[in-house]
């Protein structure tokens, strides 16, 4: 079985400031990966970012960036410079060797004010 | 390039009604699947597919059947309909391995009356 937890119900930030959103994972897994996805108030799902759990460098997609620490089993979203645009939930998931079943946390709705 | 295609968008049935919620893909992916998203509880797996013919249970089965008789359409049916069942409905399919994303239909408002 495999877990997502997102323990940031609401998270504020200022417009150009960089802002984490913490995912923390728990799967049973040697090969796994971990996925972003944003939904603004429109309702849609927009993927973010992926990291791979043998990825050794940390994923990157221009403003977001990934803070993959396998050891404490962390997977932190980071959005640098934060727009206006941003202001949408965050969902962090999981993917194990069960391709079919990708976990998602409750998510995380960031506000960013101007 | 139509990506997943849900329909319908939006959806008002009474207790104890059925119905089909559509579900169809062009990319040729061999992955398919249903969540329901309900407030603070993010995604939930309702079933999912592998490939034509082969279906499975998520976390969330109860209520929900499915068939995967092609690889575009992966259609759900509730069978009975239950005002718990009221939440959106999205449909996701993927590419097989494991760095391949998610692509997500538009998603399903259904209210069960």
């Known amino acids: 079985a495999q877990k997502i937890t997102q323990t940031q119900p609401g998270m504020f930030v200022q417009e150009k400031e960089a802002v984490t959103l913490d995912c923390t994972y728990d799967t049973s897994d040697q090969s796994y990966g971990l996925f972003w996805y944003k939904q603004p108030s429109s309702g849609e799902m927009i993927f973010l970012i992926y990291?791979?759990?043998?990825?050794?460098q940390n994923a990157t997609e221009g403003r977001y960036s990934l803070n993959f620490q396998k050891a404490r089993k962390s997977a932190n979203l980071v959005i640098s410079a934060s727009q206006l645009g941003d202001s949408a939930m965050y969902f962090c998931?999981?993917?194990?060797?069960?391709?079919?079943?990708?976990?998602f946390g409750q998510g995380t709705i960031l506000t960013v004010h101007p | 390039n139509a990506g997943v295609t849900q329909t319908p968008k939006f959806q008002v049935l009474k207790t104890g009604q059925s119905m089909t919620l559509q579900c169809a893909q062009d990319m040729n992916h061999e992955y398919m699947s249903w969540y329901r998203q309900d407030p603070g509880m993010g995604l939930r797996l309702i079933h999912y597919s592998v490939g034509a013919g082969i279906t499975d249970q998520g976390e969330v089965p109860n209520g929900y059947n499915v068939s995967r008789s092609t690889t575009e359409d992966f259609p759900l049916r509730l069978l009975s309909a239950a005002p718990s069942q009221t939440s959106v409905y999205f449909c996701?399919?993927?590419?097989?391995?494991?760095?391949?994303?998610?692509?997500f239909g538009q998603g399903t408002r259904l209210t069960v009356v």
């Open positions: 996701a399919s993927k590419n097989q391995g494991l760095n391949t994303e998610a692509f």
């Open positions: 990291q791979g759990s043998y990825d050794e």
């Open positions: 998931a999981i993917l194990g060797t069960s391709y079919g079943k990708l976990t």
